[in-house]
């Protein structure tokens, strides 16, 4: 099912809603048969720019944000390893799509080039980007609960309801914290963790959580802290948590592929918030 803002926009001239898929982050028309209208490269990468100066927009809606650092990146090159990122020390409220930077994984004079990326954001999302070109966008942040989360000495995401067990298998855990993030070590160690995971909780840090595109990737990081709220709050009550077995636990998290859908939905319903009150993250 389309999001309302798409289906409100009526049918192509074929008598279709002119969607292909929702991909890179983005509602994509398809070419019609008869004239070369199809989205070029240039357009993919400003809509990707658009969605991803969203998310960074979004976060800040919902308290995700810290200061001026933590860091979002989308790759735009099938390999993943051409990507975008925000710049350094810019807060996320200020964001626009033209102020992502253009950075290549492989460029070993990124970081002394006369705008560099945060060293800890190159470290994470460059390793990443090279070795998981699966892991189209990234959403590394502290926010608040997952944090938390984080910094149990046992942070596993243990299933006590269906936000909790929506996670149940996708999440690798690093527990080997060696302080800021910032060498070629550090991130080779955390992209091994990630594995295949979609979600990384790293300990004594907080989370990165993947996707094929940014409205997916904002709804895992958006359930991610609502079920981290869960059972932070169910470990302040002192009571014995009700877990799950493994058995409905991973029932319950395949049912949740059946609703794969909402997190476009989701998406674009916060871009027409963000559009009534601030659309300057579009610029």
Same mark, same amino acid.
């Given at each position: 099912?389309?999001?309302?803002?798409?289906?409100?926009?009526? *049918?192509?001239?074929?008598?279709?809603?002119?969607?292909?898929?929702?991909?890179?982050?983005?509602?994509? &028309?398809?070419?019609?048969?008869?004239?070369?209208?199809?989205?070029?490269?240039?357009?993919?990468?400003?809509?990707?720019?658009?969605?991803?100066?969203?998310?960074?927009?979004?976060?800040?809606?919902?308290?995700?944000?810290?200061?001026?650092?933590?860091? =979002?990146?989308? #790759?735009?090159?099938?390999?993943?390893?051409?990507?975008?990122?925000?710049?350094?020390?810019?807060?996320?409220?200020?964001?626009?799509?033209?102020?992502?930077?253009?950075?290549?994984?492989?460029?070993?004079?990124?970081?002394? +080039? *006369?705008?560099?990326?945060? *060293?800890?954001?190159?470290?994470?999302? +460059?390793?990443?980007? &090279?070795?998981?070109?699966?892991?189209?966008?990234?959403?590394?942040?502290?926010?608040?609960?997952?944090?938390?989360?984080?910094?149990?000495?046992?942070?596993?995401?243990?299933?006590?309801?269906?936000?909790?067990? &929506?996670?149940?298998?996708?999440?690798?855990?690093?527990?080997?914290?060696?302080?800021?993030?910032?060498?070629?070590?550090?991130?080779?160690?955390? #992209?091994?963790?990630?594995?295949?995971? *979609?979600?990384?909780?790293?300990?004594?840090? +907080?989370?990165?959580?993947?996707?094929?595109?940014?409205?997916?990737? =904002?709804?895992?990081?958006?359930?991610?802290?609502?079920?981290?709220?869960?059972?932070?709050?169910?470990?302040?009550?002192?009571?014995?948590?009700?877990?799950?077995?493994?058995?409905?636990?991973?029932?319950?998290?395949?049912?949740?592929?059946?609703?794969?859908?909402?997190?476009?939905?989701?998406?674009?319903?916060?871009?027409?918030?963000?559009?009534?009150?601030?659309?300057?993250? &579009?610029?």
């Amino acid at each position: 099912m389309l999001p309302a803002s798409v289906l409100a926009r009526g *049918p192509c001239a074929d008598g279709s809603f002119g969607i292909e898929r929702y991909r890179l982050g983005f509602w994509r &028309r398809t070419r019609v048969q008869n004239a070369s209208t199809g989205i070029g490269t240039d357009s993919a990468e400003r809509e990707l720019r658009v969605d991803l100066a969203a998310a960074f927009r979004l976060a800040v809606e919902f308290d995700w944000h810290e200061s001026v650092g933590n860091h =979002f990146s989308a #790759a735009v090159s099938e390999d993943g390893r051409r990507f975008l990122m925000n710049p350094r020390w810019k807060h996320f409220s200020q964001i626009c799509a033209s102020d992502l930077l253009l950075l290549d994984a492989d460029d070993p004079e990124v970081m002394d +080039g *006369p705008n560099p990326p945060d *060293p800890s954001a190159w470290c994470i999302h +460059g390793s990443i980007h &090279r070795s998981r070109p699966s892991a189209r966008v990234l959403l590394h942040c502290h926010p608040p609960y997952a944090t938390a989360l984080a910094g149990l000495k046992d942070p596993t995401m243990k299933p006590i309801d269906q936000n909790t067990a &929506r996670f149940f298998g996708m999440v690798g855990v690093d527990l080997g914290f060696g302080g800021i993030a910032d060498d070629a070590a550090e991130g080779a160690r955390l #992209a091994e963790a990630l594995g295949n995971h *979609p979600i990384l909780l790293m300990g004594n840090h +907080g989370v990165t959580v993947t996707a094929e595109t940014v409205a997916e990737a =904002f709804e895992h990081l958006y359930f991610f802290e609502r079920a981290s709220k869960t059972l932070m709050l169910a470990y302040a009550s002192g009571q014995p948590l009700n877990v799950m077995s493994d058995r409905i636990a991973e029932k319950t998290a395949q049912d949740w592929l059946e609703y794969k859908g909402m997190a476009f939905a989701h998406f674009e319903a916060l871009k027409d918030m963000l559009d009534s009150k601030d659309p300057s993250y &579009r610029n």
